[in-house]
């Protein structure tokens, strides 16, 4: 399967009304996994580069809720970027895909939901590792 196929665009469903719109997010339901584990990140900028590694267990959506990024995603072989610019709309990024974000704007506030606990032996941080890993998978 492609990286694009992989790595679904998801737009959520937009329940706003005259005082303001409302994203929900239901796992397993608007997102493919049961949430397991919530992360923001902000006060980022446009010089930093977070992420940088793969997971080989954990999947993750990735939404900007304020602010724009742009997430970088790669199997190895085939890469893409998206730009996370909307509260109604996010990334699905499952295990064993690298990744890369960056270009955070100040406002920026990136929110991460995953299907697991944090564990860091799960992490692969060295993009060699990585390659080597998905040769064999
Ligand atoms: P890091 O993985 O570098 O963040 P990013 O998702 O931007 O790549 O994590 C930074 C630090 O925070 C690192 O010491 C691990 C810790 N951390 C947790 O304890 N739990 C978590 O869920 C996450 C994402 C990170």
């Known amino acids: 399967m492609g990286i ?3 790595c679904k665009i998801i737009e959520f469903n937009d329940l706003g009304d005259e005082r303001g ?8 339901i608007s997102i493919p996994f049961e949430i397991k584990r919530v992360f923001y990140i902000y006060d980022s900028d446009n010089t930093i580069v977070r992420g940088q590694h793969a997971n080989r267990k954990t999947d993750f959506v990735l939404i900007n809720v304020a602010g724009k990024s742009k997430v ?14 909307r509260p109604m ?4 990024i499952p295990k064993m895909i690298w990744k890369d974000m960056y270009d955070f704007t100040p406002d920026s506030v990136l929110l991460v939901l995953a ?9 692969i ?11 064999v998978d």
């Open 89 to 92: 709309m996010g990334v699905y």
């Open 4 to 6: 694009k196929e992989k």
């Open 125 to 135: 941080r060295s993009f060699d590792e990585y390659l080597k890993e998905v040769e």
């Open 72 to 85: 970088r995603i790669t199997n190895g072989k085939e890469e893409f970027v998206v730009e996370l610019n």
């Open 21 to 28: 719109k409302l994203v929900v997010i239901e796992g397993n």
């Open 115 to 123: 299907n697991t606990h944090y564990d860091g032996d799960e992490y």
